[in-house]
């Protein structure tokens, strides 16, 4: 049950010397929260939180802060999903949350360990205090950040000592600050207060997804549509601050398919967006079903690979994934200061980790790719640094990182990357990944290269990736380095005579240094691929982007371990042949 604050809040500072001395008088806000007005009165009263908090926080024998900051994220969102004509989930929500950094000691030396990689955030004492009032209601948000900082604050406290208890029992090999200085910013846009079309979706759900009743080949079809509108108010000691509002939407549909040894395998087609008219309208949907039940149809009746080694020429859409999981997730700063993590890259500035023609970069400020929004664009991240394009690799050659406010050897300054989800700490993330080639061969003239290749290794076949439904990649110490693919469409290439044959149920797999280094061939035009990327701060969207590529060789594997009866039953409207 919510419990109305009272008027009046105390800040954290010295007790007063009378019963009025230290209190603040609290006016309510007169104005709607998400109109200009109502976002200055907001990031006026969270500057004010924060200098009170800057300077209050104290425990005798103890450090005091030289930095803190306040995020309060507040999200919007909708799910709708049908199948088979009917709808099984419709709703709505809205909730806000705030992240409180602390920094205690001096940007040398702060309480923050291997740049906060495996913080266990969520087993803090502060996991339980970050709900912030819905309606940003001046009062209850002083409250929430009142309450948040105290325990923060002994969080932070704790942090700092066990830091320093670590850095007498070992040694640091990275020897860098903690924290890095960097300049104020003041970003306020106009915010945007988004209105799902609940009804719309939900009429389209279930139209779309009956058309899957005529096929009783395809199990659990689904149409969803989902969005997010989050709406960040940020304020630093620093004097930066910044109010904006990110939009993501998505639809989806899927189908699965039972194989006669057993095995189900799933097809799907996605859709992402920033706007409503991003997203395909239910003509473009009725096709797209048509040729998704065609894909399935396949799909079903196609050989299992099993283990393949071999030339492989990836789409733009599947070389993309290959290069967020390949190297991009390598090039996060934090993971080049963590003990724990393998530093696939560090200190490799200036070696050759790809083919000479090959470029990387990642760039926030690039919206779209032709006609087709990029999720993985923001205008300022999550510690209030504005990003910028970061050149990773020049004509082959490793030449930056991906960076936050934790320095690393040799970069010691942010460069607007650091990124989180929720109330998770913000670190060092991909954006918009971009590879590029100053070879730019046409889609013909790569199957022909493939082709030649196979010939000159002397392999009957080679394969065609089209599509990667999603990948994962390990980067610490103690486990293998290695990265992972699990491609939706394959082809495999008769090499003599060119014909292609689709197959299923692989995966693919490889370390990142020795599958880099296959590159032999690449297109010029480019693809996207959108999603969400997890990782130890979160889920939070991204766009890969990058030609198609030839490899000299990809390994790959069988994908599944288990065989299944088929239903015992048919589709209820599949009985007797009725519809």
């Known amino acids: 049950m919510k419990q109305q604050p009272s008027s009046t809040t105390a800040r954290l500072r010295e007790a007063p010397t009378s019963p009025r001395e230290g209190v603040a008088r609290i006016s309510p806000v007169h104005h709607p929260p998400f109109s200009p007005e109502g976002c200055q009165e907001t990031l006026q009263l969270m500057a004010e939180e924060t200098a009170a908090n800057l300077g209050g926080l104290r425990l005798r024998g103890n450090p005091r802060p030289f930095f803190i900051s306040n995020l309060l994220r507040h999200e919007r969102g909708c799910q709708v999903r049908a199948s088979y004509g009917a709808l099984y989930t419709s709703r709505e929500w809205e909730h806000a949350r705030l992240l409180a950094d602390i920094r205690v000691g001096n940007h040398r030396l702060d309480q923050v360990l291997d740049g906060g990689l495996h913080d266990e955030h969520e087993e803090g004492f502060t996991a339980g205090w970050t709900e912030a009032p819905v309606d940003l209601e001046p009062r209850g948000l002083r409250y929430s950040l009142w309450k948040l900082m105290q325990r923060k604050y002994e969080e932070v406290l704790q942090a700092y000592y066990e830091k320093r208890k670590v850095m007498v029992e070992e040694f640091f090999r990275t020897k860098v600050d903690s924290f890095s200085r960097e ?252 590879a590029s080639s100053e070879q730019r061969h046409t889609w013909a003239e790569l199957v022909q290269l493939l082709r030649a290749e196979c010939r000159r290794q002397g392999k009957r076949h080679g394969l065609i990736v089209e599509q990667v439904s999603g990948g994962e990649t390990s980067t610490d110490a103690y486990d293998f380095q290695s990265f992972k693919g699990e491609p939706s469409r394959v082809w495999r290439l008769d090499a003599r005579t060119g014909r292609q044959e689709l197959v299923r149920d692989v995966s693919f797999i490889g370390t990142p240094l020795a599958a880099l280094q296959k590159i032999i061939a690449a297109g010029g035009e480019q693809a996207a691929d959108n999603g969400y990327c997890v990782a130890e701060s979160g889920e939070i969207p991204v766009s890969n982007l990058a030609p198609p590529i030839l490899l000299s060789e990809l390994e790959l594997q069988r994908q599944s371990t288990h065989s299944f009866h088929k239903p015992v039953l048919p589709l209820p409207w599949h009985r007797d042949g009725g519809g």
């Open 183 to 434: 300049p104020v910013v003041e970003l306020v846009e106009p915010l945007t207060q988004v209105v799902f079309p609940r009804a719309r979706w939900e009429e389209q759900a279930r139209r779309i997804s009956e058309l899957f009743t005529r096929h009783d080949f395809i199990f659990d079809p689904g149409v969803v549509y989902w969005g997010t509108a989050s709406t960040r108010f940020f304020v630093g000691s620093e004097g930066t601050r910044f109010a904006t509002t990110d939009t993501h939407l998505q639809l989806s549909i899927q189908g699965w398919v039972r194989t006669r040894d057993g095995v189900y395998l799933p097809g799907g087609l996605d859709w992402y967006g920033r706007r409503e008219e991003d997203l395909p309208d239910p003509g473009q949907l009725e096709r797209a079903v048509e040729g998704l039940v065609a894909h399935l149809r396949l799909l079903q009746r196609a050989p299992a690979l099993g283990a393949f080694v071999g030339p492989a020429l990836l789409a733009g859409q599947a070389a993309a994934v290959f290069f967020h999981e390949a190297i991009g997730h390598r090039l996060e700063g934090e993971r080049l200061i963590s003990r724990s993590e393998g530093k696939t890259f560090l200190g490799k500035v200036g070696e050759q980790i790809l083919p000479a023609h090959i470029h990387v970069h990642d760039d926030p400020t690039l919206t779209h790719l032709g006609s087709q929004p990029l999720f993985g664009a923001f205008r300022i991240d999550d510690q209030g640094v504005v990003p910028r394009r970061v050149t990773l690799v020049e004509h082959g050659r490793l030449a930056g990182y991906l960076k936050s406010r934790a320095p690393i050897p040799g970069f010691p300054a942010s460069n607007g990357h650091a990124r989180g989800e929720g109330t998770r700490p913000p670190l060092a993330r991909m954006g918009n990944l971009v």
